[in-house]
C-alpha cells in the first residue's frame, strides 16, 4: 500500500505563487510515476503534470505549460509543483496520484493506483 499527502494549498491572487507538495509513504519502491490531477467544481478531474521517478521523464497540460514546474527527491519520496501566474481557471482541489512501473507516461487516472485527499487552491480575481 502507498500513502500519498498533499499539502500547499491556499488562497491566492491572480498573478500570484505556490508550491504544492506530495510525501510518499508506505510500499514506495511500487511507484513508477507520480502524477498532480485537479478538479474543479462542476468538472472532470484532469491531469496536471506526471514524473516519471527513475528517469525524471515529465509531462504537462497544454493550459499549464511554462508555468508550472513538477519536479521530486527521491530521498524525501516527495514530488512537488511549482506554480507561477496563478490563474482564476487554476481554482480546483489539486490531487497527487502514484502508479507502478511501466512504459511511457500514464495519463489517465484510471492508471493510477493511489491517490492523495487532495489540496485545494483558489485564485482570487
Known amino acids: 500500500q502507498v500513502y500519498l499527502e498533499e499539502s500547499g494549498g491556499g488562497l491566492v491572487q491572480t498573478g500570484g505563487s505556490l508550491r504544492l507538495a506530495c510525501t510518499a509513504a508506505g510500499s514506495t519502491a511500487r511507484i513508477g510515476s507520480m502524477a498532480w490531477f485537479r478538479q474543479a467544481p462542476g468538472k472532470e478531474r484532469e491531469i496536471v503534470s506526471v514524473?516519471?521517478?527513475?528517469?525524471?521523464?515529465?509531462y504537462y497540460a497544454d493550459s499549464v505549460k511554462g508555468r508550472f514546474t513538477i519536479s521530486r527527491d527521491n530521498a524525501r519520496n516527495t514530488m512537488y509543483l511549482q506554480i507561477v501566474t496563478l490563474k482564476p481557471d487554476d481554482t480546483a482541489l489539486y490531487y497527487c496520484a502514484a502508479a507502478g512501473a511501466r512504459i511511457g507516461i500514464p495519463l489517465t487516472t484510471n492508471q493510477y493506483t493511489y491517490w492523495g485527499q487532495g489540496t485545494q487552491v483558489t485564485v482570487s480575481s
Open positions: 514524473i516519471r521517478l527513475n528517469d525524471g521523464r515529465t
